[in-house]
């Protein structure tokens, strides 16, 4: 490792060497047993002499930070770190204010519960890890150096035209592969949709209860949200505040309540948009799951105005650690979101688009959706029978028939039950975790991605013993 060592004003060198090294011994940045530069480089890199080197390193052994091995080199000791950290640099430096309000971010999302029906994973245990490595060690083989050096903002070739091409297939979505931006999960695509449409103090109508991502998103970008509610047919058009400038909405798969949006609601909705002269953001991120019903068409197939943009998602059909979506938007704002994309990240990593590009055009992809649809179609159906014979009085599950979660309106308290569920090595979420209105939404949400069937009813059954 290069050690980044100042010695620049020539005065006191021992002691800066020295120093410097305890310092990253002391915040981590060398751990016990790194091995210190051998004191002959070190003395060439920083252009002093060798005995200098010697003498700083001299000085840390005697303090117990390092110790030498003879013809091995110089070592951090163990323990060294139990030495009193310093103090943490002081800083006046402030983030904009805006930033107060956004709550910390998961850290993690591994199960970590016996029972994880928490919404949102899909099961990475299933994945074609096989046919992922021989796909990704073919784009690594260097013959395709398009591949690894920078490339086109607005995605990989090849995996914009698959994309496309599934999209008009499986949701008859009208796209060519001109109108894909591929994107940094779902998640940047509406960050780059919001930039390249917002202007501060827009007003951005947002469901509710809804998924908090994104309004936290719009709201860091100086939009104003509205939170508009979600009745049985899907977000209540007739309450979208006149004046917003764009509408975010799941209408395949509401989130969390995992209701679709009714027929007519999706027309009204498009209708209010053009009267408004507003955009619809389209998330459609886990739709490849439809379990019973012919799949509705999109808001993206209906609109015949240029009001949708429409985004999907990688995460759930495979891989969140992918981190893979895609953006379709009108033909107006294809090139402000090319240099969106430019700006921001300059384009995804292309490793994974060219593998996945290779995946689609062979049908694995296709072949894999089939199988994840028969083996969630399962444990979908079970969580539905479990909570309407074991948890009647309790529980009213809401109609579904996608996707990987389902929910339930409960007629008790929904967050001790959450509690005392985790206490129990249960992890779930409470419907109220995703509005403003707490109290007046009471229900249960049952992920059942990362739950293998044969603990599903194991895992229900402790959820009943405590409520
Ligand atoms: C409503 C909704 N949209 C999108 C996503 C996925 O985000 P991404 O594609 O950035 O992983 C999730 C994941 O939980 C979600 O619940």
Same mark, same amino acid.
């Given at each position: ?12 060198? !021992? ?20 091995? %210190? ?12 002499? !060798? ?14 930070? $390092?110790?030498? +091995? ?5 070592? *951090? ?46 099961? *990475?245990? %299933? ?19 398009? @591949? ?7 995605? /990989?070739?090849? %995996? ?19 109108? $894909? ?32 991502? &994104? ?20 977000? *209540? ?15 395949? /798969? ?8 009714? &027929? ?9 948009? +053009? ?22 068409? &999109?808001? /993206? ?41 430019? %700006? ?35 444990? /979908?159906?079970? @969580? ?33 039950? $959450? !509690? ?24 249960? $949400? ?22």
């Amino acid at each position: 490792m290069e050690l980044h060592i100042d010695v620049s004003d020539g005065r006191e060198l !021992r002691e800066k060497i020295s120093r410097q090294i305890r310092a990253s011994i002391l915040d981590g940045r060398l751990r016990e047993g790194d091995a %210190l530069p051998p004191s002959r480089e070190l003395a060439q890199r920083l252009a002093v002499s !060798r005995n200098t080197v010697t003498a700083a390193y001299e000085l840390l052994a005697a303090e117990g930070f $390092v110790h030498a +091995k003879a013809g091995a080199g110089t070592f *951090v000791s163990s323990g060294a770190r139990r030495v009193e950290r310093p103090p943490a640099e002081v800083s006046e430096l402030r983030p904009a204010e805006v930033w107060d309000s956004v709550p910390d971010p998961p850290l993690r999302f591994a199960v970590e519960a016996e029972f994880d029906f928490r919404a949102g994973a899909p099961d *990475v245990r %299933l994945f074609p890890f096989e046919t992922w490595r021989r796909l990704v060690t073919e784009q690594l083989r260097g013959s395709r150096p398009e @591949v690894l050096t920078y490339g086109d903002p607005r995605g /990989h070739a090849g %995996l914009r035209a698959e994309i496309a091409r599934q999209l008009s297939l499986s949701r008859n979505v009208r796209a060519g592969p001109e109108d $894909v931006l591929v994107t940094n999960g779902s998640q940047q695509a509406l960050d780059l949709a919001a930039r390249v449409l917002l202007c501060p103090g827009d007003v951005v109508a947002v469901e509710d209860p809804g998924y908090p991502p &994104p309004r936290q998103l719009f709201t860091t970008l100086g939009a104003r949200l509205a939170a508009v509610p979600v009745d049985g047919e899907g977000i *209540v058009v007739d309450r979208i505040p006149a004046g917003c400038r764009l509408v975010y909405v799941t209408p395949s /798969h509401q989130f969390p309540l995992g209701t679709s949006m009714s &027929p007519a609601r999706r027309v009204a909705l498009i209708e209010w948009a +053009k009267r408004n002269d507003a955009a619809i953001l389209e998330d459609d991120y886990d739709t490849e799951f439809r379990y019973t019903g012919r799949p509705l068409e &999109p808001l /993206h197939s209906l609109d015949n105005a240029g009001r949708v943009l429409y985004v999907g998602s990688f995460s759930k059909v495979l891989l969140p650690a992918l981190r893979l979506g895609f953006l379709i938007a009108p033909p107006g704002l294809r090139e402000a979101l090319g240099k969106a994309k430019y %700006l921001t990240d300059w384009h995804s990593a292309s490793v994974g688009q060219a593998a996945l590009a290779r995946f689609l055009a062979e049908g694995g992809f296709a072949r894999y959706v089939r199988k994840m649809r028969r083996e969630y179609r399962k444990r /979908h159906d079970l @969580v539905r029978r479990i909570l309407e014979e074991d948890f009647a009085g309790l529980l009213e599950p809401l109609p579904s028939d996608a996707g990987l979660h389902l929910s339930a309106y409960s007629s008790i308290d929904a967050r001790p039950v $959450v !509690r005392a569920a985790r206490r129990a090595g249960v992890r779930l979420y409470a419907l109220g975790d995703f509005t403003e209105r707490r109290d007046s939404l009471q229900g249960l $949400v049952f992920g059942f991605g990362s739950v293998p069937l044969e603990d599903i009813g194991p895992g229900l059954r402790r959820l009943r013993g405590v409520m």
